[in-house]
């Protein structure tokens, strides 16, 4: 038998709990059950007016913000969310500062996908299609093109299917960079000895060493312009 408020029982009421000498003492007054001490809530009291949620032994007026309601009591989002309405990894409502800070849907990511940019709230958006990877929205924020799109060479920020005048290819990095301030609209090269055509200013080319005409007036020699 036990003791609880000066009678003997078989067994501590439903708002009590048994201490290890026997004795009954009532739960804190949120606790529908409790366990070894009074404020170790097992569940909560439903019949007050107030609500209160279980969590972590506790009877609680509001889940907090990393947990969500599960009937009448609060249970873990994922460790991925900050917040969420589930305990699946897609059921984050808002994402952690740290660890998984970016949003993709409803999901919180370490980071944002290659094709994709993080925008001022921390939200992964997909690049412009003409972007391999970017920092941005738009065409003009790509940081590297697709290799076998039709616009894979890089630009200025940009992606173009062919570098544009006053620059040449560096086929090694797939990049457009710019000819000699030396030459005309063509070049194969930064050097001033690289230019195919030749400025107004300047409107002699003399072929590069090793260079030699071909006698084809369609194959531009390399040379600097005097």
């Given at each position: 038998l036990r003791t609880q408020d000066g009678h003997c029982v078989s067994k501590c009421g439903l708002k009590a709990y048994e201490t290890a000498e026997g004795e009954c003492f009532d739960c804190a007054t949120r606790c529908g059950t409790c366990s070894e001490r009074a404020d170790n809530?097992?569940?909560?009291?439903?019949?007050?007016?107030?609500?209160?949620?279980?969590?972590?032994?506790?009877?609680?007026?509001?889940?907090?913000?990393?947990?969500?309601?599960?009937?009448?009591?609060?249970?873990?989002?994922?460790?991925?969310?900050?917040s969420c309405i589930?305990?699946?990894?897609?059921?984050?409502?808002?994402?952690p500062i740290e660890g998984t800070p970016f949003a993709r849907g409803s999901m919180c990511v370490?980071?944002?996908?290659?094709?994709?940019?993080?925008?001022?709230?921390?939200?992964?958006?997909?690049?412009?299609?003409?972007?391999?990877?970017?920092?941005g929205p738009g065409p003009s924020n790509c940081t590297a093109c697709?290799?076998?799109?039709?616009?894979?060479?890089?630009?200025?920020?940009?992606?173009?299917?062919?570098c544009p005048l006053a620059t040449f290819l560096n086929a090694t990095a797939a990049r457009c960079e710019a000819c000699s301030a030396e030459c005309g609209g063509e070049c194969a090269g930064a050097q001033p000895d690289d230019c195919l055509t030749c400025p107004p200013q300047l409107p002699h080319l003399v072929p590069a060493a090793g260079e030699t005409s071909s006698g084809d007036d369609d194959l531009l020699q390399r040379g600097s312009c005097v």
């Amino acid at each position: 038998l036990r003791t609880q408020d000066g009678h003997c029982v078989s067994k501590c009421g439903l708002k009590a709990y048994e201490t290890a000498e026997g004795e009954c003492f009532d739960c804190a007054t949120r606790c529908g059950t409790c366990s070894e001490r009074a404020d170790n809530c097992t569940s909560c009291d439903l019949t007050v007016p107030e609500h209160y949620y279980h969590y972590n032994g506790s009877c609680v007026s509001g889940c907090v913000a990393s947990t969500f309601v599960q009937a009448t009591r609060c249970e873990a989002c994922h460790a991925s969310c900050g917040s969420c309405i589930g305990a699946e990894p897609t059921d984050c409502t808002s994402c952690p500062i740290e660890g998984t800070p970016f949003a993709r849907g409803s999901m919180c990511v370490a980071s944002c996908a290659l094709d994709e940019y993080a925008d001022t709230s921390s939200v992964c958006r997909p690049c412009d299609l003409s972007c391999g990877a970017c920092m941005g929205p738009g065409p003009s924020n790509c940081t590297a093109c697709h290799p076998k799109g039709i616009a894979p060479f890089f630009h200025r920020g940009a992606c173009v299917a062919a570098c544009p005048l006053a620059t040449f290819l560096n086929a090694t990095a797939a990049r457009c960079e710019a000819c000699s301030a030396e030459c005309g609209g063509e070049c194969a090269g930064a050097q001033p000895d690289d230019c195919l055509t030749c400025p107004p200013q300047l409107p002699h080319l003399v072929p590069a060493a090793g260079e030699t005409s071909s006698g084809d007036d369609d194959l531009l020699q390399r040379g600097s312009c005097v």
